[in-house]
């Protein structure tokens, strides 16, 4: 019966198996070195543990920096800003009051000319203002490709060297937000 007597040997080994994988696992998460107040977190690796290979080795794989990633840093997310710096949503908020739509037209797949030049002039006054990255700024605005957002880009930067109504109106939304 379960939980009477001895174990069977090959229940023995398997629990002397179980024990000694989980020691060397605690072993080689020790020899990780860790960031203070924060546990490190390798992808691919269940529990942020390198895997064990055959080959038992004193340190565990070097990985290039870009595989390693700090869970402290995913858990509290938070868009990058510095102090005083323009954020995406205060630009989108300015864009917004300014040609007079809301911000669920400047992230909707609408094609409209107006909701397009907004959006456009959002997207390239995020370019210009912050230092997101394309792809970022295209996620923000409804999920869009970064091309989408270097295209109004590049055509609002044409727009302003040739009309001058698109400069001013670029001029005061950079105004309105203290830029």
Request: with cysteine.
């Amino acid at each position: 019966m379960l939980g009477q007597g001895e174990p069977t040997p090959t229940q023995a080994a398997a629990v002397a198996r179980s024990l000694a994988f989980r020691a060397e696992i605690d072993r080689r998460a020790a020899l990780v070195p860790q960031k203070p107040d924060t546990r490190r977190f390798i992808p691919n690796t269940p529990y942020g543990v390198p895997k064990i290979s055959p080959k038992i080795t004193r340190e565990p794989p070097l990985r290039p920096w870009y595989h390693v990633m700090w869970f402290f840093d995913l858990v509290n997310y938070r868009p990058r800003r510095c102090d005083g710096a323009i954020r995406i949503d205060a630009i989108q908020q300015a864009c917004r009051r300014f040609y007079s739509i809301s911000i669920a037209d400047l992230c909707s797949p609408r094609r409209d000319a107006r909701t397009v030049h907004a959006r456009q002039v959002a997207m390239y006054l995020s370019k210009v203002l912050t230092s997101n990255s394309l792809p970022a700024i295209g996620r923000r605005f409804g999920d869009r490709d970064h091309t989408t957002v270097l295209h109004a880009v590049s055509k609002i930067t044409r727009l302003i060297g040739s009309d001058a109504q698109v400069a001013a109106q670029v001029a005061e939304i950079r105004q309105g937000l203290g830029a």
